[in-house]
């Protein structure tokens, strides 16, 4: 198995989640994968970050080495993803 | 026996509590996160309240507590269109009824839940409906905003449609049937204004203890059916205008209603002549008469949304309404008199009440 990939997880999604912890070591190969093992480990995470396209949602940005990527973005092993809430709202 | 009044918020769900003299007033929140929340509503058999928004991060949800507010918890289970369909954007709209939620949302349809908020599914006949293709949205988007059940028959259902009219089952929701006629659409051509659908329909209720009569506030006019929609008579004649978004029904009186007209779509869509009023009639609509004292009488810019004037159950009826620039109004003698109970509360889109032990 290769290295996990760290995810950093934003607070305003954590704080929907009693107990999701803001940094996740998920192994992983695609953003899609890191979203469905988000799933699984807090029930109704993935609907929060993705909607039924299947796409990201369009005020979430997920980063990785500096780039925002899509669900099907493969992943290197160990990699930083950053999911991080966009600039929205009033 | 008390009151808490439910306030859906662009910040937030509220509750502004009191006991049965309704003199006194307790605020609490800001709850669900802080979510824009476009409905807020209890499913009284069960002391659960309902919130339901979308959140321009997070997407469509329906939050409910079980503790009078507490605590709350979310739930998009479910809550979703196919795969390669436009997504649900927002959960619009929470109606309790026989044991079941159901949930209306953008782009229009509706959704049931039979574990109280827990996981949800389409109600597929309505999306079925071979008008489907023609529909078109209003100025809030494509949005089931209204869900009207018959207290009696489990089967029967109502829903409004911006702007594409009322949709009526009586089979549970596999068949759904346009009810429309006798409301009028004057942004179309002459000779045209009385489509099947189509019609901007802001809210929709139905009247106390009956199973067919319905009041309706549409962006043209304020309507009565007495045949479950069927057919729809104006009863706008003796009001300031024809324009204004909720509609609400005394607890007990079928013949007593209120609307809240505003001045009109191209006029500002505040009060006429900025000052607030809200409009009772005693006869089914066929009269009219304005509650103004402890409104405001000057100045009074406000819009009030359509699912933002409610009543309670007590003997005299206490009326509520809340405005877009945060304040909530009180009456507890039918809409005689008013008395600000909360202000400076975020944009207010929601007011329901819940009657507490």
């Known amino acids: ?90 | 026996m008390g009151v808490a009044v439910l306030i859906g918020s662009k910040k937030g769900a509220f509750l502004l509590e009191s006991d049965s003299a309704r003199r006194d007033w307790r605020v609490r929140g800001p709850y669900c996160e802080h979510w824009p929340l476009t409905h807020v509503a209890a499913d009284p058999t069960q002391q659960t309240i309902y919130a339901t928004g979308g959140n321009a991060w997070f997407g469509p949800a329906v939050w409910k507590s079980n503790d009078g507010g507490a605590a709350w918890t979310h739930s998009s289970k479910g809550l979703a269109y196919p795969q390669g369909e436009t997504p649900v954007q927002c959960a619009w709209v929470a109606h309790a009824a026989h044991g079941r939620l159901y949930v209306g949302v953008e782009p229009a349809g509706l959704f049931v839940s039979d574990d109280g908020g827990e996981s949800f599914r389409e109600v597929e006949g309505l999306r079925r409906h071979p008008s489907r293709p023609q529909w078109q949205p209003g100025g809030i988007g494509l949005v089931l905003h209204s869900i009207v059940s018959d207290p009696v028959d489990p089967r029967r259902l109502w829903v409004g449609i911006s702007s594409v009219g009322v949709f009526y089952t009586e089979d549970g929701g596999e068949t759904w049937h346009p009810r429309n006629s006798g409301t009028r659409c004057d942004y179309l051509p002459e000779g045209e204004r009385y489509p099947e659908l189509g019609q901007c329909v802001h809210n929709l209720t139905l009247a106390s203890g009956h199973s067919n009569r319905l009041y309706q506030q549409n962006h043209c006019g304020m309507y009565r059916s007495d045949d479950g929609g069927a057919s729809w008579q104006s009863i706008e004649d003796g009001l300031p205008s024809s324009f204004g978004f909720p509609v609400a029904v005394h607890p007990r009186d079928a013949d007593t209603l209120f609307f809240l007209p505003l001045n009109g779509d191209t006029k500002g869509r505040y009060p006429p002549d900025a000052r607030a009023a809200v409009w009772r009639s005693r006869d089914g609509g066929a009269h009219w008469r304005d509650g103004r004292a402890g409104l405001p009488q000057a100045g009074a810019y406000f819009g009030v949304m359509r699912q933002a004037m409610a009543t309670d159950a007590f003997e005299p009826a206490g009326v509520y309404f809340g405005t877009s620039n945060g304040s909530v109004y009180a009456s507890r003698d039918e809409g005689e008199t008013w008395e600000c109970i909360a202000r400076d509360l975020p944009a207010i889109s929601s007011v329901e009440t819940m009657m507490a032990n």
């Open chain 1, 1 to 90: 198995m290769s290295a996990p990939v760290v995810v950093r997880l934003p607070f305003l999604l954590t704080a929907l989640f009693p107990g999701a912890e803001r940094i996740v070591r998920i192994d992983a190969e695609t953003v899609d994968e890191v979203m469905n093992a988000l799933e699984e480990r807090w029930p109704g995470m993935r609907d929060r970050l993705c909607d039924t396209t299947p796409a990201i949602r369009r005020h979430i940005n997920v980063f990785v080495e500096g780039k925002r990527v899509r669900l099907d973005e493969r992943l290197p092993p160990g990699a930083d993803v950053f999911i991080l809430t966009a600039v929205s709202g009033g």
